[in-house]
Nanobody, 121 residues
Framework: QVQLVESGGGLVQAGGSLRLSCAAS????????MGWYRQAPGKQRELVATIISGGSANYADSVKGRFTISRDNANNTVHLQMNSLKPEDTAVYYC???????????????WGQGTQVTVSS
Protein backbone atom coordinates (compact mmCIF):
# COMPACT_ATOMS: atom_id res chain seq x y z
CA GLN A 1 0.00 0.00 0.00
CA VAL A 2 0.95 3.60 -0.63
CA GLN A 3 -0.09 6.59 1.43
CA LEU A 4 0.04 10.28 0.53
CA VAL A 5 -0.04 12.81 3.35
CA GLU A 6 -0.52 16.50 2.59
CA SER A 7 0.32 19.44 4.81
CA GLY A 8 0.57 23.21 4.67
CA GLY A 9 -2.97 24.38 3.94
CA GLY A 10 -4.62 27.19 5.85
CA LEU A 11 -6.15 30.64 5.75
CA VAL A 12 -4.31 33.50 4.09
CA GLN A 13 -5.18 36.96 2.84
CA ALA A 14 -5.24 37.77 -0.86
CA GLY A 15 -1.73 38.43 -2.10
CA GLY A 16 -0.22 36.12 0.47
CA SER A 17 1.66 32.85 0.12
CA LEU A 18 1.35 29.26 1.23
CA ARG A 19 3.49 26.19 0.69
CA LEU A 20 1.87 22.78 0.39
CA SER A 21 3.78 19.55 0.85
CA CYS A 22 2.88 15.95 0.08
CA ALA A 23 4.89 12.97 1.26
CA ALA A 24 4.43 9.52 -0.22
CA SER A 25 5.24 6.41 1.78
CA UNK A 26 4.72 2.69 1.63
CA UNK A 27 5.58 0.05 -0.91
CA UNK A 28 7.12 2.38 -3.49
CA UNK A 29 9.47 1.19 -6.20
CA UNK A 30 9.37 4.46 -8.09
CA UNK A 31 7.11 7.45 -8.66
CA UNK A 32 6.52 8.42 -12.26
CA UNK A 33 4.68 11.66 -11.65
CA MET A 34 3.29 13.72 -8.81
CA GLY A 35 0.87 16.57 -8.91
CA TRP A 36 -1.64 18.84 -7.27
CA TYR A 37 -5.33 19.15 -8.04
CA ARG A 38 -7.98 21.29 -6.41
CA GLN A 39 -11.71 21.24 -5.96
CA ALA A 40 -13.75 24.28 -5.03
CA PRO A 41 -17.31 23.94 -3.69
CA GLY A 42 -19.74 23.09 -6.44
CA LYS A 43 -16.98 22.63 -9.01
CA GLN A 44 -15.15 19.70 -10.54
CA ARG A 45 -11.68 18.75 -9.45
CA GLU A 46 -9.12 20.43 -11.68
CA LEU A 47 -5.42 20.10 -12.36
CA VAL A 48 -3.18 22.72 -10.74
CA ALA A 49 0.32 21.44 -11.54
CA THR A 50 2.17 18.22 -12.23
CA ILE A 51 5.82 17.23 -12.29
CA ILE A 52 7.50 14.10 -13.62
CA SER A 53 10.54 12.38 -12.19
CA GLY A 54 12.86 14.22 -14.57
CA GLY A 55 11.63 17.55 -13.27
CA SER A 56 9.50 18.74 -16.18
CA ALA A 57 6.43 20.60 -14.87
CA ASN A 58 3.04 21.52 -16.24
CA TYR A 59 0.70 24.20 -14.87
CA ALA A 60 -2.88 25.26 -15.27
CA ASP A 61 -3.11 28.62 -17.03
CA SER A 62 -4.80 30.13 -13.98
CA VAL A 63 -1.73 29.57 -11.77
CA LYS A 64 1.15 30.09 -14.20
CA GLY A 65 3.61 32.62 -12.88
CA ARG A 66 2.21 32.40 -9.34
CA PHE A 67 2.61 28.75 -8.33
CA THR A 68 5.73 26.60 -8.48
CA ILE A 69 5.78 22.83 -8.14
CA SER A 70 8.94 21.06 -7.03
CA ARG A 71 9.90 17.55 -6.18
CA ASP A 72 12.32 15.78 -3.86
CA ASN A 73 12.80 12.38 -5.46
CA ALA A 74 14.97 11.05 -2.66
CA ASN A 75 12.20 11.62 -0.13
CA ASN A 76 9.19 10.97 -2.41
CA THR A 77 7.90 14.44 -1.66
CA VAL A 78 6.28 17.12 -3.78
CA HIS A 79 5.77 20.76 -2.87
CA LEU A 80 3.57 23.52 -4.22
CA GLN A 81 4.70 27.07 -3.53
CA MET A 82 1.71 29.36 -3.99
CA ASN A 83 2.33 33.10 -4.23
CA SER A 84 0.06 36.04 -5.00
CA LEU A 85 -2.91 34.03 -3.86
CA LYS A 86 -6.39 35.09 -4.95
CA PRO A 87 -9.80 34.35 -3.44
CA GLU A 88 -10.54 32.16 -6.46
CA ASP A 89 -7.69 29.87 -5.39
CA THR A 90 -9.82 28.81 -2.43
CA ALA A 91 -10.34 25.05 -2.64
CA VAL A 92 -9.39 21.72 -1.20
CA TYR A 93 -6.03 20.80 -2.67
CA TYR A 94 -5.27 17.15 -3.35
CA CYS A 95 -1.95 15.48 -4.03
CA UNK A 96 -1.80 12.70 -6.62
CA UNK A 97 1.01 10.29 -7.41
CA UNK A 98 1.51 7.70 -10.12
CA UNK A 99 3.41 4.99 -8.31
CA UNK A 100 5.10 1.80 -9.39
CA UNK A 101 4.70 -0.52 -6.42
CA UNK A 102 7.28 -3.03 -5.24
CA UNK A 103 5.16 -6.16 -4.89
CA UNK A 104 3.78 -6.45 -8.39
CA UNK A 105 5.68 -3.88 -10.40
CA UNK A 106 2.35 -2.47 -11.46
CA UNK A 107 1.68 1.28 -11.68
CA UNK A 108 -1.24 2.75 -9.77
CA UNK A 109 -2.70 6.16 -9.04
CA UNK A 110 -2.98 7.32 -5.44
CA TRP A 111 -4.62 10.39 -3.89
CA GLY A 112 -4.05 12.21 -0.64
CA GLN A 113 -6.84 13.17 1.72
CA GLY A 114 -6.80 16.83 0.75
CA THR A 115 -5.87 20.04 2.52
CA GLN A 116 -8.02 23.17 2.68
CA VAL A 117 -6.69 26.44 1.29
CA THR A 118 -8.79 29.52 1.97
CA VAL A 119 -7.88 32.93 0.57
CA SER A 120 -9.74 35.88 2.02
CA SER A 121 -10.29 39.10 0.11
Amino acid sequence: QVQLVESGGGLVQAGGSLRLSCAASGSIFSINAMGWYRQAPGKQRELVATIISGGSANYADSVKGRFTISRDNANNTVHLQMNSLKPEDTAVYYCKALVRVRETGGTYQYWGQGTQVTVSS
